[in-house]
């Protein structure tokens, strides 16, 4: 099936996408301008069409969860210890049998293509060069081949799965991954019904949806009038359920985790029903609004696991949602996370500089991180441990912080009909 058309401009200056009225051209930054994902952020709002930008930034109702997902790592604070030999920083570690230059990966994202044209191809070449694994999505702007073919060829991906209601889809498209190398098998189970996605549902759909929809397409079941999200989530299973596990269990050899836990006992079960990890993860804000985000969960579930007599090598817990700063993969680490997986920082570093900007915003992370291990006295990931971070105010949602610039001056408020 033909890829989806882009939205996003070619490169240099552009019109402002939110600013109509406004003539004046944007000069897009140098790359090397770019010191943190939320400069990425800000070129990214400037040069995408508003459909692909609406897509992308939206998050679920108020958007609370949405804000939240960043602001609570700001509620865990440093407690650094001194005096430790860090003359040498090691960044790199393993998860799920896969090497990685930092705690990191990339997590699974639609429609790739809407930031740029390489879309999906671009972010598997860009997670090899950046020594992470790329988690590859099923609603994709690219087909399944297209991504496994541009693997280079001793590159590690994971996969994301919808779930189809007729399974002999499903286990046909899990048969082809897992014979074409894909090491891990992430089910996302906090997806029964799609959000509601404000800044999306203004828009018209207009753009083609994802591969996987084809038959869908082809038949005129895809609504088209609520924006990209409501496009592309027609086929999604609402009746997957525990039950169901034993069967995936069956029909792959692959690490199965769940991603969408959101709860402690959640994660119990998975461990019990024999999976092998879970993420935490509120769908990057974009599902139930007023969740906790992913990193005030890790606690509990990690407090959870031990209870229940899990070992921490025989199931991982990883997080995703709003991981901006080498300090915030620093702090999850702490609390038992093996990795961060990062979704809009990727899209938004591809749809300003394509396949090099996602290169850099990785490295960037890499530098952040590397000071903060330095200034904290561990040398090395397995030296991050919970002593080295206070979380009294973790779920304490009340607590005064200061004014956090680069969140306000790169998050565009929802607006009433009125003001559009």
Request: hydrophobic residues 40%; charged residues 25%.
């Amino acid at each position: 099936m033909a890829a989806v058309v882009p939205a996003s401009p070619a490169e240099g200056a552009t019109k402002r996408s939110d600013d109509v009225a406004d003539s004046a051209e944007f000069v897009k930054p140098p790359l090397a301008a770019m010191l943190n994902t939320f400069d990425f952020e800000s070129v990214a709002r400037e040069t995408m069409e508003p459909q692909a930008w609406g897509y992308y930034s939206s998050g679920g109702d108020d958007e609370i969860t949405l804000r939240d997902n960043h602001m609570a790592f700001q509620r865990i604070t440093m407690r650094p210890r001194i005096l430790v030999n860090v003359a040498e920083i090691d960044l790199r570690t393993s998860f799920l049998g896969t090497d990685s230059s930092l705690p990191l990966y990339f997590t699974a994202t639609a429609l790739a293509k809407l930031a740029h044209q390489d879309g999906e191809v671009a972010i598997v070449k860009a997670a090899k060069k950046a020594g992470v694994p790329y988690m590859l999505p099923t609603l994709s702007s690219y087909t399944l081949d297209e991504m496994l073919a541009a693997r280079a060829p001793d590159q590690v991906c994971f996969s994301q799965l919808y779930v189809n209601p007729e399974r002999s889809r499903t286990q046909e498209y899990v048969e082809k991954l897992e014979a074409n190398g894909v090491r891990a098998l992430f089910i996302t189970v906090d997806a029964p019904q799609l959000g509601r996605r404000e800044k999306d549902m203004r828009n018209k759909f207009t753009q083609q949806g994802s591969d996987v929809q084809g038959d869908d397409e082809d038949e005129g079941e895809v609504d088209r009038s609520q924006g990209a999200t409501r496009a592309i989530s027609s086929y999604i299973d609402p009746g997957l359920n525990w039950k169901d596990m034993p069967w995936f269990r069956s029909i792959t050899k692959m690490p199965i985790l769940l991603k969408g836990v959101q709860c402690g006992e959640d994660a119990v079960m998975a461990f019990e029903a024999g999976l092998q990890g879970a993420v935490l993860s509120n769908h990057g804000g974009r599902q139930l609004d007023t969740c906790r985000s992913g990193i005030e969960v890790l606690p509990e579930v990690m407090a959870a696991l031990d209870e229940a007599g899990c070992k921490r090598e025989d199931f991982s817990i990883f997080i995703d949602g709003g991981i901006r700063r080498g300090a915030d993969i620093f702090k999850a680490v702490a609390l038992g996370a093996k990795a961060c997986g990062v979704g809009r920082p990727v899209l938004y570093s591809l749809a300003s500089y394509g396949e090099k900007g996602i290169v850099r915003m990785v490295h960037m992370l890499m530098d952040e991180l590397q000071m903060v291990m330095r200034l904290s006295g561990t040398p090395n990931v397995a030296s991050i441990t919970p002593e080295h971070v206070i979380t009294r105010n973790l779920a304490d949602h009340i607590v005064p912080l200061p004014s956090d610039n680069l969140v306000q001056n790169t998050y565009m408020p929802l607006m009433p009909a009125a003001r559009l």
